[in-house]
């Protein structure tokens, strides 16, 4: 080590590292590194010592030795003068780096994965008061930091020359999310990144995590990411996510799912914790779920859901404009606007890229109308996926008995149920 500019290091590294006191005489050895979440979450508090030949109860005792107060020196670490070592904190949230972090998992929100942590990198700097502070700079998730701590108890100069023979697979401590709820190291999941992630990377994720990790994850998500989440995962690991809240807590998020995609889980569900979820639940959302839980899930009502916009002939382009802004559905799989006659019977589509070319007064009969394909609502799943293909939908209206529209089938809902098959 040096004294003089900032030094990079490495926990690995770290651990064992000899501490003396001013004189010169060996205090310990280093054995962790504590840090105190909160405020400045990123900055070692200080290093916790193996004395040397002091033991309490048959065990070495351990103390801690500020940061503030050690000075770097060629073979190691030494207390400045008129510094003493203090208690190691008791705080249940103190975090220790070797035991809260070292091979837990991680979410890489920008790898979009789960990844294992070896090693995690630390940098010696000074502070503008003239002292020493030493901060977490990026965990290391590759080969380099595994190396660095199977090769452990060999010369420090000696791992570095096998360990930088591999490519360095880091994230920066400040993308760091903490997954592990059983450890000391509480849930850290950043909701701003999180909810910028698709929803099916965020299933990917959950399905990679072992249960308790997975379940933390799960609860920390708003109700309209959870909801979006919970479409993407397979009903066996819907069930085993939802198993540990409560009715309501899954009344509300199942609102915030597209209505047959609720139906379909609910469909999943033993009958009496339907029931009860269906209790919870808003009377209005209740009753589009209840309605398509009567519909066989093999069946174009089966698979469709009630969230569209359906308009009358006569409408004009500024009422589409209106109706997309309300619309409190997917709005990105709105891709046509239904047009409806006096009997709510569905008798034509015009697409929103043909309605946003038109001037606002323009009304939707006087626009070029798309090809409309229509299904009912006992047609089979196979003959929908055909339809798709054959006329190469990106969505598909379902009709009643009286050709009334009754939802829409998105080319996903056909993709999941070829999935199932």
């Given at each position: 080590m040096t004294r003089n500019g900032d030094h990079k290091t490495t926990v690995s590294a770290l651990l064992g590292t000899e501490v003396r006191?001013?004189?010169?005489?060996?205090?310990g050895r280093v054995r962790e590194c504590a840090v105190m979440p909160g405020g400045d979450s990123s900055r070692v508090l200080g290093l916790i010592l193996k004395l040397a030949g002091h033991k309490t109860g048959g065990r070495q005792k351990a103390e801690m030795a500020a940061v503030a107060d050690l000075e770097l020196i060629s073979d190691g670490l030494r207390l400045a003068a008129n510094a003493a070592l203090a208690e190691t904190p008791q705080d249940p949230s103190l975090?220790?780096?070797?035991?809260?972090?070292?091979?837990?998992?991680?979410?890489?929100?920008?790898?979009?994965?789960?990844?294992?942590?070896?090693?995690?990198?630390?940098?010696?700097e000074s502070t503008p008061e003239g002292g020493r502070a030493l901060r977490i700079t990026e965990v290391e998730?590759?080969?380099?930091?595994?190396?660095?701590?199977?090769?452990?108890?060999?010369?420090?100069?000696?791992?570095?020359?096998?360990?930088?023979?591999?490519s360095p697979s880091l994230i920066p401590w400040d993308f760091v999310d903490l997954i592990d709820p059983a450890r000391?190291?509480?849930?850290?999941?950043?909701?701003?990144?999180?909810?910028?992630?698709?929803?099916?990377?965020?299933?990917?994720?959950?399905?990679?995590?072992?249960?308790?990790?997975?379940?933390?994850?799960?609860e920390s998500l708003n109700e309209e990411v959870a909801a979006e989440t919970l479409e993407e995962v397979e009903p066996k690991l819907q069930k085993s996510l939802l198993e540990s809240?409560?009715?309501?807590?899954?009344?509300?998020?199942?609102?915030?799912?597209?209505?047959?995609?609720?139906?379909?889980?609910?469909?999943?569900?033993?009958?009496?914790?339907s029931e009860a979820i269906l209790e919870e639940m808003d009377p209005e959302e209740r009753q589009e779920v209840e309605e398509l839980l009567e519909f066989s899930q093999d069946s174009?009502?089966?698979?469709?859901?009630?969230?569209?916009?359906?308009?009358?002939?006569?409408?004009?382009?500024?009422?589409?404009?209106?109706?997309?802004?309300?619309?409190?559905?997917d709005i990105e799989l709105i891709t046509d606007i239904y047009l409806v006659d006096e009997e709510e019977r569905l008798c034509a589509l015009v697409s929103v890229?043909?309605?946003?070319?038109?001037?606002?007064?323009?009304?939707?009969?006087?626009?070029?109308?798309g090809h409309l394909v229509s299904c009912e609502e006992d047609t089979s799943g196979r003959k929908v996926a055909e339809l798709f293909d054959k006329y190469n939908l990106k969505s598909l209206p379902v009709v009643d008995a009286e050709h009334r529209?009754?939802?829409v089938v998105h080319a996903e809902q056909v993709i999941a149920l070829l999935r199932s098959h």
């Open positions: 006191d001013a004189k010169g005489t060996a205090l975090v220790l780096l070797e035991r809260d972090l070292l091979d837990q998992q991680i979410i890489d929100v920008h790898g979009r994965k789960v990844v294992r942590v070896n090693d995690v990198n630390l940098s010696w998730v590759g080969l380099r930091g595994a190396v660095r701590r199977l090769l452990k108890g060999l010369p420090a100069n000696a791992i570095e020359r096998v360990a930088v023979r591999f000391r190291v509480r849930l850290k999941v950043d909701q701003d990144r999180l909810s910028e992630m698709h929803p099916s990377d965020i299933a990917a994720i959950l399905e990679e995590l072992a249960p308790a990790e997975r379940q933390a994850l799960f809240l409560d009715d309501e807590q899954v009344a509300g998020i199942v609102e915030e799912m597209d209505p047959g995609a609720a139906a379909d889980l609910l469909a999943e569900l033993p009958e009496e914790k174009a009502a089966g698979r469709m859901t009630t969230e569209y916009i359906a308009l009358p002939r006569t409408a004009t382009v500024a009422e589409v404009l209106a109706a997309l802004r309300d619309f409190e559905g890229v043909r309605i946003l070319l038109a001037g606002t007064e323009a009304r939707l009969n006087e626009l070029p109308h529209l009754a939802g």
